[in-house]
């Protein structure tokens, strides 16, 4: 049988076939011995042993694979902002976009609680710089629509920072989910219920999502080596000027004659974007081959 890892807890992998009947599988030894754990993502192959429990015997070529939280053949990264309670500053965006670009990931920048807030600053970043951006309230219902049909077809991961209404969405998506929805602390700004363990959610309309806990768990020094040489190619704007700087090995932070910047300075690239990847960059900048392991 082949199928999709749902979820992954104390050793069980939950393994859905076509139809959505989940197996409870354990993994072949063999596993363990290669040092590769399966995924929730994965596609694997499994054998049913008995009523509902099986074993997963291979794992198929992934798409990608993020160690925190550890998901894999994520198609799509669903980036959830807000400019009301919590405010969502375009750095951890750009950020997430570097990595959805180094993961071979499409990105959606979904500005949310927008009967608060527009969000109108936000939105102008992304709709200038060729990032798909969309404004939905899950309060309201406002874009929930479109947002459907943006992930259909689609293994999406939903990411953003804590209170943002990632569950909330989720909910308005699929109203039976019924995800437990923190209460956003007054004081704190943020979140207080966090979504705990990994779990890959069917929608009626044939989306796939996950509910990731948030910015953070995307940190991870492998990831930080591979994002500080493949850098400027993860700025999707940047690309048309990329080679055309008078120095090669040109960093488009200050340089004379860089097309970025020029492009900066003409108002084809947008400052806040071009702001995220000098910060990036001296994020970057210091890190080694040796702090990887
Ligand atoms: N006004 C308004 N409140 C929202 C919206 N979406 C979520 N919230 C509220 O924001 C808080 C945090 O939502 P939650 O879904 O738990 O955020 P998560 O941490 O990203 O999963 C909850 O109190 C929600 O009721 C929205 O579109 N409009
Ligand atoms: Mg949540
Ligand atoms: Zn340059």
Not at 63 to 78: G, T
Not at 128 to 148: C, F, K, M, N, Q
Not at 235 to 250: A, Q
Not at 261 to 270: S, T
Request: hydrophobic fraction near 40%; charge should be negative; charged fraction near 25%.
């Amino acid at each position: 049988m082949t199928g999709r890892i749902l979820k992954a807890l104390s050793g069980f992998y939950y393994v859905a076939d076509e139809g959505g009947i989940i197996t409870t599988c354990r993994a072949r030894g063999k596993f363990r011995k290669d040092g590769i754990s399966p995924l929730v993502g994965d596609i694997v192959d499994y054998t049913v042993l008995s009523e509902a429990q099986g074993v997963v015997d291979t794992v198929h070529p992934r798409r990608n694979e993020f160690s925190r939280p550890a998901v894999a053949n994520i198609d799509q990264l669903v980036i959830v902002a807000s400019n009301a309670i919590p405010q969502t500053v375009p750095f951890l965006i750009d950020r997430i976009c570097a990595i959805a670009a180094l993961k071979n990931c499409d990105v959606l920048v979904c500005i949310n609680k927008c009967d608060l807030d527009r969000a109108q600053e936000l939105y102008d970043i992304y709709a200038a710089s060729g990032i798909d951006v969309l404004r939905v309230s899950a309060e309201t219902g406002e874009g929930i629509d479109v947002l459907r049909e943006k992930i259909t077809g689609k293994l999406s991961a939903f990411t953003g920072n804590s209170g943002v209404g990632k569950s909330s969405l989720l909910n308005a998506l699929q109203p039976d989910f019924a995800l437990r929805v923190g209460e956003v602390s007054q004081a704190l700004g943020r979140g207080r219920h966090t979504t705990r363990h990994v779990e890959l959610l069917h929608l009626d309309c044939g989306a796939e999502v996950i509910d990731t806990p948030g910015f953070s768990s995307f940190d991870t020094q492998e990831l930080s080596l591979s994002l500080k040489e493949h850098l400027e190619e993860t700025f999707v704007e940047f690309t048309p000027y990329l080679g055309k700087c008078r120095f090669v090995g040109c960093s488009h932070t200050k340089e004379k004659d860089c097309a970025v910047l020029e492009a900066l300075r003409a108002g084809e690239i947008v400052k806040s974007r071009h702001e995220s990847y000098c910060r990036l960059y001296d994020e970057l900048r210091d890190v080694r081959e040796w702090n990887t392991k």
